[in-house]
């Protein structure tokens, strides 16, 4: 399966700051999602990174708040713009493939952000 | 949104323990996976289930998958302390994307 690499692993942020989370593959994918873990939460998908077209996002996520970037098929980027304590969470890359029939995700180590 | 509720929340056995952990839905899913994540780390692919019905073991991990396609369940016999973690059931819809359950933390205690 492939290999994802997430920088930075952790960082502390001020409010009304923006910060850029990054990605990288060890192979070439075609999606690439990013997903939101609050403290003691489960996942939540925030968008599919497609790359060459706008990402694709869930109800309750916009592109302002969370612009993403794609140039590549083994690279993408999430920032988190204008920061509050509410984005404090855990931000996780992930990757789809199939495996036994099925799309099953390979996830990054993800990257905890506190804001204070 | 397509809700996965987990069963129960959170766990806490002593080694050697039996325990199962429920996934339940009132959606239909093309497939049904388990990861467990660990603290610092991105969730691990366990299992994955595609037929209503099925049933699969890894080692001391059984899972099922329910006829109708819309629960599962993940049963772990002698639980070992390397067992701690939060476990996560994920449905696949058939869009390419996944739905997250609610999570089960277990802990297994020495």
């Known amino acids: 399966s492939a290999v994802i690499s997430q920088k930075p692993s952790r960082d502390i942020c001020q409010r009304g700051t923006s910060l850029t989370i990054q990605c990288q593959v060890d192979?070439?994918?075609?999606?690439m999602f990013w997903y939101r873990q609050q403290p003691g939460q489960s996942l939540t998908l925030i968008a599919t990174?497609?790359?060459?077209?706008?990402?694709?996002?869930e109800s309750g996520f916009v592109i302002d708040k969370f612009p993403i970037s794609r140039p590549n098929l083994t690279f993408s980027t999430l920032t988190v713009s204008n920061m509050s304590p509410e984005d404090s969470s855990i931000y996780l890359c992930?990757?789809?493939?199939?495996?036994?029939?099925?799309?099953?995700?390979?996830f990054g180590a993800g990257s905890r952000l506190t804001v204070l | 949104t397509q809700l996965l509720e987990q069963s129960p929340q959170f766990l806490s056995i002593q080694e050697g323990e039996n325990l199962t952990v429920y996934c339940n839905s009132s959606?239909?899913?093309?497939?049904l996976q388990w990861y467990r994540q660990e603290p610092g780390e991105g969730p691990v692919l366990l299992v994955t289930?595609?037929?209503?019905?099925e049933v699969k073991k890894l080692k001391r991990l059984t899972f099922q998958f329910g006829d109708a396609r819309k629960d599962s369940s993940l049963h772990i016999t002698a639980a070992q302390p390397g067992d701690t973690g939060l476990y996560l059931c994920?449905?696949?819809?058939?869009?390419?994307?996944?739905?997250f359950g609610t999570g089960t933390r277990l802990t297994v205690i020495p």
């Open positions: 959606s239909v899913f093309s497939s």
């Open positions: 289930v595609v037929t209503g019905g």
């Open positions: 992930s990757v789809g493939q199939l495996h036994s029939g099925a799309n099953v995700l390979t």
């Open positions: 192979s070439q994918v075609t999606m």
């Open positions: 990174a497609n790359q060459g077209s706008e990402a694709t996002y």
């Open positions: 994920a449905g696949d819809p058939g869009a390419n994307n996944l739905f």
